[in-house]
Every structure is written in structure tokens, then in C-alpha cells.
């Protein structure tokens, strides 16, 4: 069965400072897609980065980047210098989407909630 | 480019009553995702409807059910709401022909069950 883990239920940290979210995943697919997700207090989810499970190269994306480990089953983000606009709830998805009739479906990890405190 | 469009965003009902919800789906999206986000489950797919099939379903009671139209906006249905029912109800849109399942969510449908 498929299954996405963040360990970390809640997260505060000081501005400017750096945050790790972990993310922990399951699946015996040899293909798979792995989200990203933030959710701010207005509630829809916005969409962060994708990776798939061939493309293990870390990303960045400005303050934001991505630690993709195979070997550890791992799909790490983190924020550098955090500010006060990344309070938010993050999660972390993966998706067995091996042919194009499931591509509405993520299995979503519990969420972290990140607080970033002026 | 207008985005995913959920309505009403906020509704009470009681033990009992049936609900729907509605999704308008960004233009040009053919599939259409429902979610339930509750504190104590978190994030649970529902059923993914495209162009006007359900092609997938989540692990729900029947009493949850949908349906899309041939605009590709869809509904949602939950009859004899139980208290558990209470979350927040997310829609989500794709192209949907595609494997890489990028989805764009709405702001949601918060349900309250009394």
C-alpha cells in the first residue's frame, strides 16, 4: 500500500531562519509522481513542485528546494530564510499515476503546519 | 485564467439532511477530484470524475456519491449526514490526460454537521 509520512506535526521557527519539512514515503511503484503542496489559512492547496521517481536531482526554486532520495525513500523540502508569508499548512503527496485513468487521485501525507514568528 | 471555483464555501446541516456541493473546474480541465480534509484523517480522496465517468474512487460509504456534467463542472452528494461528515471539501482540476497529476485546488467547501 501506498503511504506519505511527515513525522513533523508542527514546526515554529523564527524569521529568517531555516526550516527542513520531512517527507516519508511508501509505494512498491517503480513510477511514481511526489508532491508538494501548501495550504494557507484561506484553504486550497496551492501546488509547489513534482518530481518524478526517475529524476532524483535536487531542485531550488529561490527561497525553496527539494532533497530527493530514492535510497531513503525521502523527498525533503526546505525553506531558506524563512519569512513570516510561509506560515502555512505543508504537504507532501505521492501519486501512482502509471497511466493517464488516475490522474485525480494523491495519497497526502498528515500535513506540517509552519509558523514563522516576526 | 479564472481558477477552480467551489460553492457554497460554508454550509450547516443536521444529522440526517443530505448536502451538495458544487465544482466549477478550471476551463479546459476534464477531470475533476473531490477530497475530504478532516483534523483526525487528514487529506482522503473521494472520486475522480472525467469527462462525465467516474474513473476512480476512494475508500468512502456510498452515502458520498457525484456526478459531472458536459461542462465538466461537478457535484458532490453526502445523504444522512452523519457528525463525522463535518470537514472541509476540496475540489481539484486537471487537464486530466496526463500522468503527471498536477492538480489545481479550490478554496473548498466547509461542512458543518449538527
Known amino acids: 500500500a501506498q503511504k506519505v509520512t511527515q513525522a513533523q506535526t508542527e514546526i515554529s521557527v523564527v524569521e529568517k531562519e531555516d526550516v527542513t519539512l520531512d517527507c516519508v514515503y511508501e509505494t512498491r511503484d517503480t513510477t511514481y509522481y511526489l508532491f508538494w503542496y501548501k495550504q494557507p489559512p484561506s484553504g486550497e492547496l496551492v501546488f509547489l513542485i513534482r518530481?518524478?521517481?526517475?529524476?532524483?536531482q535536487n531542485e531550488i526554486s529561490g527561497r525553496y528546494s527539494w532533497n530527493f532520495q530514492k535510497s531513503t525513500s525521502s523527498f525533503n523540502f526546505t525553506i531558506t530564510a524563512s519569512q513570516v508569508v510561509d506560515s502555512a499548512v505543508y504537504f507532501c503527496a505521492l501519486s501512482d499515476a502509471t497511466s493517464s485513468s488516475n490522474t485525480g487521485k494523491l495519497i497526502f501525507g498528515q500535513g506540517t503546519t509552519l509558523q514563522v514568528k516576526p | 485564467k479564472a481558477g477552480v471555483t467551489q460553492t457554497p464555501r460554508y454550509l450547516i446541516k443536521t444529522r440526517g439532511q443530505q448536502v451538495t456541493l458544487s465544482c466549477s473546474p478550471i476551463s479546459g480541465h476534464r477531470s475533476v477530484s473531490w477530497y475530504q480534509q478532516t483534523p483526525g484523517q487528514g487529506l482522503q480522496f473521494l472520486f475522480e470524475y472525467f469527462s462525465e465517468t467516474q474513473r476512480n474512487k476512494g475508500n468512502f460509504p456510498g452515502r458520498f456519491s457525484g456526478r459531472q456534467f458536459s461542462n465538466s463542472r461537478s457535484e458532490m452528494n453526502v445523504s444522512t449526514l452523519e457528525l463525522g461528515d463535518s470537514a472541509l471539501y476540496l475540489c481539484?482540476?486537471?487537464?486530466?490526460?496526463?500522468?503527471?497529476?498536477?492538480?489545481?485546488f479550490g478554496e473548498g467547501s466547509r461542512l458543518t454537521v449538527l
Open positions: 518530481r518524478n521517481s526517475f529524476d532524483e
Open positions: 481539484a482540476s486537471s487537464p486530466g490526460t496526463s500522468v503527471t497529476g498536477e492538480l489545481f
